[in-house]
């Protein structure tokens, strides 16, 4: 089975789960390490254990925010200055994620993440490049070289994913050889860190001030259509798109 499944009972162990009891062969990670990517705070604290550099984050819940909501953004304000990111723990696809650039903002994108998930993460503003690495494989994953996304939005919304064919990819991403090389590095580091196998997609900032390589995410299922950044990295490794996915029910198998 290919899961090509986003988002909740897709990517998140349940659909894995159902395919294990049954014995069926499934791409992609498995139980532990779906669950794992799914809930970016678990990500967060396993990217934390490896050692990567990644974008600070507060957690926010569904329960504390309706108990206090100023103290909640009081805390969000003395540890961040604006703009941050608040994203629901457990969607993918940047479902329920918005850019706040002060209290009113924050206060609404609190309230509009909270109806996806019973727990929010508000992160840092990483000012900087956009670039995704694929990773492909089981105990001895290879990392493809970096694509770079310059959305024509604000920033990389879902709309901006899987409709919006005006948001520009660059393969080989605009950064440096020696960031190249350490995005690819972190990029495997994080999928093993986190137990996956078959593929990945990890996603990082390099900032434009420093130069400095940032983990975002990492998503489990990656998007495969036609404007998809996963297929195309490993097209420019020269791995076409039939012979990925032969790849990939192989390491299923």
């Not at 396993?46 to 206090?68: E, K, M």
């Not at 494989?137 to 024509?152: C, D, K, R, W, Y």
């Not at 990389?156 to 899987?162: I, L, P």
């Not at 520009?168 to 972190?186: F, N």
Request: hydrophobic share 40%; glycine share 8%.
């Amino acid at each position: 089975v290919f899961p090509v499944l986003h988002g909740e009972n897709g990517e998140d162990g349940s659909v894995q789960g159902l395919l294990q009891i049954a014995g069926i062969p499934y791409v992609g990670p498995h139980v532990a390490a779906s669950a794992a990517c799914m809930d970016k705070t678990l990500t967060k604290l396993i990217a934390d254990y490896s050692g990567v550099r990644q974008a600070a984050w507060h957690l926010v819940t569904r329960q504390g925010f309706a108990r206090d909501a100023e103290s909640v953004m009081n805390e969000v304000e003395k540890k961040f200055a604006y703009p941050v990111f608040v994203k629901p723990a457990g969607t993918g696809s940047s479902v329920g994620v918005s850019k706040a650039k002060n209290r009113g903002e924050l206060s609404a994108a609190l309230a509009q993440a909270l109806e996806y998930d019973a727990k929010v993460l508000v992160e840092e503003f990483i000012d900087g490049h956009e670039v995704e690495c694929a990773v492909l494989g089981n105990l001895e994953p290879q990392a493809s070289t970096v694509g770079e996304i310059a959305p024509t939005q604000e920033f990389y919304t879902f709309d901006a994913k899987y409709k919006d064919e005006s948001s520009r990819l660059y393969i080989p991403a605009h950064i440096t050889e020696e960031q190249i090389a350490t995005v690819r590095q972190d990029a495997v580091r994080v999928y093993t860190a986190l137990g996956c196998r078959g593929l990945s997609r990890v996603d990082f900032f390099v900032t434009h001030d420093s130069g400095e390589v940032v983990f975002n995410e990492l998503n489990a299922i990656p998007g495969f259509t036609s404007i998809s950044m996963y297929p195309k990295l490993f097209d420019y490794e020269g791995i076409g798109y039939a012979e990925l996915l032969d790849r990939l029910i192989s390491l299923a198998l």
